[in-house]
């Protein structure tokens, strides 16, 4: 949807601009009109607020239209080109937790662009407090993370617990932030993370991204090649005697175990 808008009332301000002026004027409309395009994404995006907020969390439209901008910002935002394997591997429905390295600040709209199911995301508590967004996101069940809060944090953990149950998928980092933009392999995971795979009884869902580090450097000029990797699940009952800390060991091994190479 954000691209078709985007395209089509792109070339709608560029032919009208040109028609009330001059057509020596074209390469000037051409540039200028990305920029109200832009903007009128956002106003159709805010006209179905009413309906975000109405619709259930893990609803197919309100999964489309979280997919749909993910895909205008890594197309024509960011200039980023996302090959993925192993999409046979996603379960199409069940308890789920999807588990990443963390390359990126871009990397969240890679995996939302790809994935063929409902999920939500982990967003700093920080975000909650801008206005709208607040609104917005918190209609998709998103799980907080407050840093300087624990107990916050572990109330939060119970209701995403809730939410992973009703068969809403959840995407975290469990790296807890970008360690080292270079590194080939996962050095460190916050065992914590995984309390609430264990908790909601859901299966693993792994997944491995490549080249994410080269994003900032390049973007929007130059096209960045990512590639995510989607290993198959790890079940609740292959872990489920397994401490948060042999959880987050096994899910590491796994990423860095698999035979894949960086993109350049």
């Known amino acids: 949807m954000a691209t078709i808008v985007f395209i089509l009332s792109y070339l709608i301000y560029v032919i009208y601009l040109t028609l009330i002026t001059s057509y020596i004027w074209l390469p000037l409309w051409v540039i200028i009109s990305i920029i ?55 379960p199409r429905d069940g308890r789920l937790v999807v588990y ?12 939302l662009e790809k994935l ?12 909650l407090k801008i206005p709208i967004i607040n609104a917005w996101i918190k209609a998709y069940d998103v799980f907080p993370i407050n840093r300087n809060n624990p107990r916050e944090t572990a109330i939060d953990l119970e209701k ?17 932030t970008i360690k080292n933009r270079l590194a080939e392999n996962v050095l460190t995971m916050k065992a914590g993370a995984f309390k609430l795979a264990l908790k909601a009884e859901a299966d693993i869902l792994v997944i491995r991204l490549d080249g994410n580090q080269l994003t900032r450097g ?35 091994d796994m990423i860095n175990d698999s035979s894949n190479q960086p993109y350049q």
């Open 100 to 111: 990443s390295n963390h390359k990126s600040y871009t990397d969240a709209f890679a995996i």
């Open 116 to 127: 063929p199911r409902p999920m939500t995301l982990t967003p700093k508590k920080s975000v």
């Open 218 to 252: 390049r973007a929007p000029f130059r096209r960045t090649h990512r590639k995510i990797t989607i290993l198959k699940p790890l079940l609740y009952e292959k872990y489920k005697n397994l401490t948060t800390q042999e959880i987050s060991n096994t899910v590491m």
């Open 36 to 90: 109200p395009a832009f903007f009128t994404i956002l106003i159709v995006y805010f006209l179905q607020f009413p309906l975000v907020l109405i619709l259930p969390a893990k609803h197919p439209y309100k999964a489309y239209l979280m997919r749909s901008i993910s895909y205008f910002l890594n197309h024509f935002i960011l200039n980023l080109k996302v090959k993925v394997e192993g999409l046979e591997n996603v």
């Open 160 to 176: 995403a617990v809730e939410t992973v149950k009703n068969g809403h998928a959840i995407l975290i980092f469990p790296e807890g």
